[in-house]
């Protein structure tokens, strides 16, 4: 993976970031694998699975870390064009050694060596990875969305994709099963981005879109609030139905799979159906904490997902 030193238009901080950096960003997304929560299927799920999901979290993880998280070697007074600039460079350097998978090189980075086995041995394609990477390209640039519309094809990058490989890690990526998958994982983003509104405008972003803010009138300095308001409750109530809607359209594909599969799909539309019941529970207010479900809740929501087969 190429360094940055020499590149133009840079300041001089971006001179220290190249490949070491993204070995050091790749390693802690690595610990942070080891210890963060997974969904609970995979804990159950046969080795060769857990394995490939890994690889599979590994990966994702690595790029968000790329696009969001603070970089090694990179003074806290960089500049934000600065800061940015070197993240676009890592992503592009990330997808060159995706790339190595599949043109017979070999990859540098430890989560790119341990994704190519899980591509070879389950014939991932590359664009959904490239996707994945897109996503935080596009995350450095776009703070806002003006529609649903524009935020649903930002989904199609940033969730739709690790649907896919899921499937295909599965045997079982056909077009049908792949239009259902997009649906359950539009919605999960969804669910996470509605349970994250606080942290979110802290970071600058808001994925509520613009249409949906005038039309409940809540604007920028409502979210800003230690605890919603009247109008930002309903808002969220319209865009935690929306999230449910889809998860439900998607959740037959749960039915037309057998053994593993099916469960590690049950286990997703499992989270997102707790996390709106968590939501729901809090009264729609996303502001004043993080509404999270606890893992009874999931596990029974798997139970059923798996047994009625949606």
């Known amino acids: 993976m190429g360094g940055l030193a020499g590149k133009s238009g840079l300041d001089e901080e971006a001179s220290t970031a190249g490949m070491e950096v993204a070995a050091e960003v790749s390693l802690a997304a690595a610990a942070k694998a080891s210890g963060e929560n997974f969904p609970v299927a995979l804990r159950v799920l046969p080795g060769a699975w857990r394995a490939h999901l890994s690889a599979l979290y590994g990966f994702a993880r690595l790029t968000d870390d790329l696009g969001d998280e603070p970089l090694p070697g990179i003074p806290d007074g960089a500049s934000p064009e600065t800061v940015r600039a070197i993240r676009l460079r890592l992503l592009d350097d990330l997808q060159r050694d995706v790339a190595r998978i599949y043109d017979g090189g070999t990859p540098e980075l430890p989560a790119i060596r341990a994704l190519r086995k899980t591509v070879t041995e389950c014939g991932v394609p590359r664009q959904p990875l490239y996707d994945l990477i897109q996503a935080n390209r596009q995350d450095q640039a776009v703070k806002r969305y003006a529609t649903y519309g524009d935020l649903k094809k930002y989904c199609e990058l940033s969730a739709n994709p690790v649907g896919q490989v899921v499937l295909h890690i599965a045997g079982a990526a056909?077009?049908?099963?792949?239009?259902?998958?997009?649906?359950?994982?539009?919605?999960?983003?969804?669910?996470?981005?509605?349970?994250?509104?606080?942290?979110?405008?802290?970071?600058?972003?808001?994925?509520?879109?613009?249409?949906?803010?005038?039309?409940?009138?809540?604007?920028?300095?409502?979210?800003?609030?230690?605890?919603?308001?009247?109008?930002?409750?309903?808002?969220?109530?319209?865009?935690?139905?929306?999230?449910?809607?889809?998860?439900?359209?998607?959740?037959?594909?749960?039915?037309?799979?057998?053994?593993?599969?099916?469960?590690?799909?049950?286990?997703?539309?499992?989270?997102?159906?707790?996390?709106?019941?968590a939501i729901h529970a809090a009264g729609y207010d996303v502001l004043s904490r993080t509404p999270k479900p606890g893992k009874a809740t999931t596990l029974q929501n798997m139970v059923s997902c798996y047994v009625r087969g949606r």
């Open 174 to 277: 056909t077009p049908e099963r792949l239009l259902a998958s997009d649906n359950i994982c539009t919605a999960l983003q969804l669910v996470e981005h509605w349970q994250d509104v606080a942290e979110d405008l802290r970071n600058g972003r808001i994925y509520l879109p613009a249409e949906d803010l005038e039309r409940f009138g809540v604007t920028e300095a409502d979210l800003a609030q230690p605890a919603a308001g009247p109008d930002v409750v309903k808002l969220m109530a319209f865009q935690a139905q929306r999230a449910s809607g889809l998860l439900d359209e998607g959740a037959p594909l749960i039915g037309t799979l057998k053994g593993a599969a099916r469960l590690a799909i049950s286990g997703y539309v499992a989270g997102g159906r707790a996390a709106l019941k």
